[in-house]
């Protein structure tokens, strides 16, 4: 009897640890269950940020189409410059510097892409390190199910046009970089042309010149004072002025009539496609002088060649043609300090010269 009883005890004794180890099993299914939730919420997260990096990457993408497309039209306005610096010689010297313009403006755009495209190749490399290293978590984590896959797979076919749209770039880029070559090409050759052009009118104006100096100094009477330096006239303004005034003189009045007639008779064999200029430049000595009417010699010398210009334009000559300048006391041509540096250097210089 005592036997029997014991056994019925051990059976009895067999349920609490059944139990308990059920319900250790239940918690471990529960804590598993949870782990998967926590990765596939991780997961959903990874992939959200994927899809913004790609948004981002398309706008940065759609940015630099645009830039392109500007960088052509600027191209296209360079094309243009050229076929008009080609047509009309007589406005190239403008029309060349224009297209520079336009030439630095396309080089500095071409600049701008090219480090857009190498930032962009940068966030691309990123973008697919990144992509791999969220792929090994993934498969790391737990299988990867459908809808992952073909996000994944989303992914790696944008990632692949990104690639192409980079690739077409460096190919316009090139292109983009070979018509700027050529288009200094023919900016050097047209800066070439004109300035052979600038070179004989010059040479055509220096035959005038010279016309105009001989008769001047002939109607003039072959003064002893007065002389040609390189290519200007040289009169000394005692002949003309007064000292300390700017009002000409009854005699030098009689020689700007033949200064206006002798410049008649040779503009009237210029050709008009010579845009010429008859400069009067006034020069005083390095005495100072402060009268109301001039405070210094700036205003000296600039009034006297405004008034050998205003009796030239009396006589006949148009203003267009004309030019009056003031050096004062600052080009000198003798620096000694004596009487004849100073009367040497007050003097009225006449230079037909070009626009």
Avoid: C
């Amino acid at each position: 009897m005592n036997a029997s009883l014991a056994r019925r005890r051990r059976g009895l004794d067999i349920w609490p640890g059944f139990v308990d180890a059920l319900t250790s099993l239940i918690l471990v299914m529960i804590f598993v269950l949870l782990l998967f939730a926590v990765g596939q919420y991780v997961l959903s997260q990874t992939l959200a940020g994927k899809n913004a990096a790609l948004a981002d990457l398309n706008a940065q993408i759609a940015q630099l189409a645009k830039t392109l497309s500007l960088a052509n039209e600027a191209k296209a306005q360079l094309d243009v410059k050229v076929k008009e610096l080609s047509a009309s010689l007589g406005d190239a010297s403008g029309e060349r510097d224009a297209a520079k313009n336009v030439a630095a403006k396309l080089a500095a755009d071409i600049a701008a892409l090219s480090e857009l495209k190498s930032q962009l190749e940068q966030q691309v490399a990123q973008m697919a390190a990144q992509l791999d290293q969220s792929k090994k978590d993934l498969v790391a984590a737990t299988d990867l199910n459908a809808k992952s896959a073909a996000q994944a797979e989303l992914l790696n076919r944008q990632l692949a046009a990104v690639q192409a749209q980079l690739q077409q770039i460096s190919a316009a880029l090139d292109i983009a970089n070979k018509n700027v070559k050529d288009k200094d090409v023919k900016l050097a050759e047209l800066g070439k042309e004109l300035n052979l052009a600038l070179a004989n009118r010059v040479g055509e104006l220096e035959k005038y010149r010279s016309e105009f100096f001989g008769k001047l100094r002939a109607a003039l009477g072959n003064r002893a004072d007065i002389h040609i330096v390189g290519d200007r006239f040289v009169v000394p303004t005692d002949i003309l002025f007064d000292t300390g005034s700017a009002d000409l003189s009854g005699e030098a009045q009689t020689s700007m009539a033949k200064l206006a007639k002798t410049l008649n008779e040779v503009a009237a064999e210029i050709p008009s496609s010579l845009d010429w200029v008859l400069r009067i430049d006034g020069h005083t000595d390095k005495r100072p002088i402060h009268s109301e009417q001039f405070p210094s010699n700036w205003e000296l010398s600039t009034a006297r060649a405004t008034a050998i210009v205003k009796q030239l334009v009396v006589q006949g000559i148009q203003p267009r043609h004309l030019s009056a300048n003031g050096f004062g006391q600052f080009q000198p041509l003798d620096a000694a300090d004596t009487d004849a540096a100073y009367a040497k250097n007050r003097r009225i210089e006449i230079q037909l010269t070009n626009r």
